[in-house]
C-alpha cells in the first residue's frame, strides 16, 4: 500500500504519517541514487498502549536506514521510474503486531523538492512481535579510540573513513581479532556482493562512504582513529 508519494508537491516534510495496519517493510522508492541522498532523514516509531517502540530512535539519515536495512539479504535496486527502490525490513517473521488503538508512524524531513519519493507498507500473511530497532554511536573528534557495545546487534553500518586505523572485534567466546579497513572492506563484499543495482545496470558491490558488517556473536567494537575526526557507526538490535 502507498503511504506516502512526494511527487509534484513541492515539500521538504512529509508530515506524521500514521499507519494502522500492521506492516513488515518499508519500500523505499527515489528518483535520485541512494549515494546522492544527504539531507534526508527518516523516523519509524510503532505508538502502542503497552509502551512506545522507537525504530529508528529519533530521526536518522535516511541512506543509513536503507543501508542498514539491505545489507545481505536484499539488494538495493531500481527500475524504469526510479533510481533507487529498496526493501527495508523493520520486523522478522511477519508484520508488526498492532493491537486495537496501535499505530505506526512514520515521518520524513531534509527532503528536496525536485526530486520524488515515495514509501510503500509491505503487509505480510501473519504479525510478529519481533520489531527490529537501530541505534546511531559515535567517535568525537578528540577521541583516538573507543569500545562500543554490541551484545544484541547483528548488524553495523560505518564510515568508509580512511581515518580509521583499526577496528577490534571482542567476540562472545572473549578472543579479540583487529581488522583493518582494508579488510573489514573486503569481508563486507565477500559477504552481501550484491549490493546495489543501478538504473544503467552497473551492479556495485558496496558504497563509497560507508562499510556494512555483520555482528553476529560480538560483544564488543574498538575502533581506533585519527584524532580530530569524528567516525559515525549505526547498529541494528536483533528481535
Known amino acids: 500500500m502507498e503511504i506516502f508519494n512526494s511527487q509534484g508537491k513541492n515539500i521538504t516534510k512529509s508530515g506524521v504519517l500514521v499507519q494502522n495496519k500492521s506492516i513488515g517493510s518499508l519500500i523505499v522508492s527515489l528518483s535520485l541514487d541512494v549515494e546522492a541522498l544527504t539531507t534526508e532523514q527518516i523516523k519509524v516509531e510503532v505508538e502502542k498502549l503497552t509502551g512506545n517502540e522507537e525504530i529508528t530512535k529519533g530521526f536518522m539519515s535516511l541512506a543509513d536506514f536503507i543501508y542498514m536495512t539491505t545489507f545481505n539479504a536484499d539488494a538495493i535496486t531500481s527500475d524504469a521510474n526510479f533510481k533507487t527502490t529498496a526493501q527495508c525490513e523493520i520486523c522478522e517473521d511477519g508484520s ?18 525536485a526530486e520524488t519519493y515515495v514509501i510503500n507498507g509491505i503487509e505480510e500473511p501473519q504479525t510478529s512481535r ?13 577521541d583516538k579510540s573507543k569500545v562500543f557495545d554490541v551484545v544484541d546487534c547483528d548488524i553495523v553500518v560505518l564510515d568508509n ?18 581488522y583493518t579497513l582494508h579488510e573489514l572492506r573486503v569481508l563486507s563484499r565477500a559477504i552481501d556482493p550484491v549490493a546495489y543495482i543501478k538504473q544503467d545496470g552497473t551492479v556495485k558491490a558496496s558504497f563509497a562512504n560507508k562499510i556494512q558488517l555483520p555482528l553476529f556473536g560480538v560483544d564488543s567494537i574498538e575502533v581506533r582513529k585519527v584524532q580530530g575526526s569524528i567516525v559515525n557507526l549505526l547498529v541494528r538490535y536483533e528481535a
Not at 519481533?130 to 578528540?142: E, I, R, V
Not at 583499526?166 to 583487529?178: D, F
Request: aromatic share 6%; no cysteine; net charge negative.
Open 130 to 142: 519481533k520489531t527490529l530497532s537501530f541505534s546511531n554511536k559515535s567517535m568525537g573528534s578528540d
Open 161 to 178: 573513513s580512511e581515518d580509521i586505523e583499526e577496528i577490534a572485534y571482542t567476540y562472545a567466546n572473549k578472543v579479540v581479532v583487529k
Open 96 to 113: 508488526i503486531e498492532l493491537g486495537d488503538k496501535d499505530v505506526i508512524k512514520i515521518e520524513l524531513t531534509g527532503l528536496k523538492t
